[in-house]
T-cell receptor, first 115, second 114 residues
């Protein structure tokens, strides 16, 4: 069974600074995908970034990047130049390929951005 | 805007009642997923449909059922509602099976059971 753990219930960062959100996962599959979703106060779930496990290169989307450590089963999200609009709940999720393509989510990290 | 629509946005009902939540996937997407987000359980997968057929089941109660219609929209039916069913219900859609398949979420339906 897949499990996803986010050990930081809350984090805060100053505007324009950098913050890293942690995520660890466990799966027995060799082919899987990892995601970070953002949930602002509007409650909409927004895809931030995706990483394929077979790719060694860390994914990057503008100010968002990941540090994917496959052996350690770690998948952290780095947000650079934090903006007030980045304040949200961030969920780490995993998905295996084949069979059920369900997403398994962590409990989330609430990010506060201070002006 | 993800392109996934859900209606209604809010639903308030009483215990013992039955409700239907509706989801329209993004144009071209064949897979629909239902998730429940509650304070105590977090985000949990309920059920997946692919092109009208049930693909996978998660932690879905027997009181809950779903279906996907020929036009690919999906409905989640919740019956004999209990206070604990109060939650945010998300629908997500994706193209279908494939290596780069990504799920895009609708805005959710907030269900309050009184």
């Amino acid at each position: 069974a897949q499990t996803v753990t986010q050990s930081q219930p809350e984090m805060s960062v100053q505007e324009a600074e950098t913050v890293t959100l942690s995520c660890t996962y466990d799966t027995s599959e060799s082919d899987y995908y990892l995601f970070w979703y953002k949930q602002p106060p509007s409650r909409q779930m927004i895809l931030v970034i995706r990483q394929e496990a077979y790719k060694q290169q860390n994914a990057t989307e503008n100010r968002f990047s990941v540090n994917f450590q496959k052996a350690a089963k770690s998948f952290s999200l780095k947000i650079s130049d934090s903006q007030l609009g980045d304040a949200a709940m961030y969920f780490c999720a995993s998905k295996t390929q084949g069979g059920s393509e369900k997403l398994v989510f962590g409990k989330g990290t609430k990010l506060t951005v201070n002006p | 805007d993800s392109g996934v629509t859900q209606t209604p946005k809010h639903l308030i009902t009483a215990t013992g009642q039955r409700v239907t939540l509706r989801c329209s996937p993004r144009s071209g997407d064949l897979s629909v997923y239902w998730y429940q987000q509650s304070l105590d359980q977090g985000l949990q997968f309920l059920i997946q449909y692919y092109n009208g057929e049930e693909r996978a089941k998660g932690n879905i109660l027997e009181r809950f059922s779903a279906q996907q219609f020929p036009d690919l929209h999906s409905e989640l039916n919740l019956s004999s509602l209990e206070l604990g069913d109060s939650a945010l219900y998300f629908c997500a859609s994706s193209v279908g099976r494939g290596r780069t398949d990504t799920q895009y979420f609708g805005p959710g339906t907030r269900l309050t059971v009184l």
